[in-house]
Every structure is written in C-alpha cells, then in structure tokens.
C-alpha cells in the first residue's frame, strides 16, 4: 500500500511542480496527523491532501475528506507553521489532488481551495 500511495504522491509533486508550484515538504509529520505535500505558489504556502481511489464507487478522493480530516490536516499545518517560523505569516490555502486509475499513471484532479481553515 504504502508504494502505491508513493506513486501517487510522486505523480502529484511532479504535476504540481510542473504547474509552477516549488516544493517545501513531503510527508510532513506532525502530532495530528501528515502532511501529503507542502508548496510554495507565489508566496502562498499550500498545503495538498493527495487522495487515491480506484473506483469511484464510493465516491472520489475529494469526498474522502470529512470534516474530522479537515480539521486535522489544519492543525497539522498550524503545527508545520510553528516550526517554519519563515512561513508564518504567509497567506495559505488547502489543496486536494484527487487521483484515480492507474497507480502507475494515475489521472489527477488539482483542486485548489478545496476547504479553508475557518470551515472547520
């Protein structure tokens, strides 16, 4: 599982570096959670939740994201926030790449803004 979810994310990093994006972080450990990836978009610091689904029977990756994840991925960015003090007081947003298919090519949907932190 854990190669597949390496793929995915790799995908991920390439598609949004590719878009311009500069990479800060991958896998981000913190106390409530990971962080997937975390990029640099013109001063803004993005922090993308990278969410596979085979099928879409039970929904897409994006829909995966409830509002207990959400607010763990908001406290793990507050937390990466705190240690990368040089980041702090940019502006934010959260990310979803909801991937699908092929874990070796997978198709990627980049949805930006996908939540924000006052949502929670």
């Known amino acids: 599982m854990r190669g597949r979810g390496a793929e995915i994310e790799a995908a991920a990093l390439e598609h949004l570096c590719g878009a311009g ?7 981000a450990a913190a106390r409530f959670g990971e962080l997937d990836l975390v ?3 013109a001063g803004t610091v993005v922090f993308v939740e990278v969410r596979y689904r085979g099928s879409a029977r039970f929904g897409g990756g994006a ?16 937390q990466f926030l705190a240690r990368h003090r040089e980041h702090r007081d940019a502006p934010c947003r959260f990310d979803v790449i909801d991937a699908s298919g092929d874990p070796a090519a997978p198709e990627l949907r980049w949805l930006r803004d996908a939540f924000r932190a ?3």
Do not use: C, G, H, T
């Not at 994006?21 to 896998?27: I, K």
């Not at 829909?63 to 507050?78: M, P, T």
């Open 118 to 120: 006052d949502d929670i």
């Open 39 to 41: 990029m640099l978009d």
């Open 63 to 78: 829909e995966s994201i409830d509002a207990r994840k959400r607010r763990r991925l908001v406290l793990a960015a507050q």
């Open 21 to 27: 994006l500069l990479p800060l972080a991958a896998n």
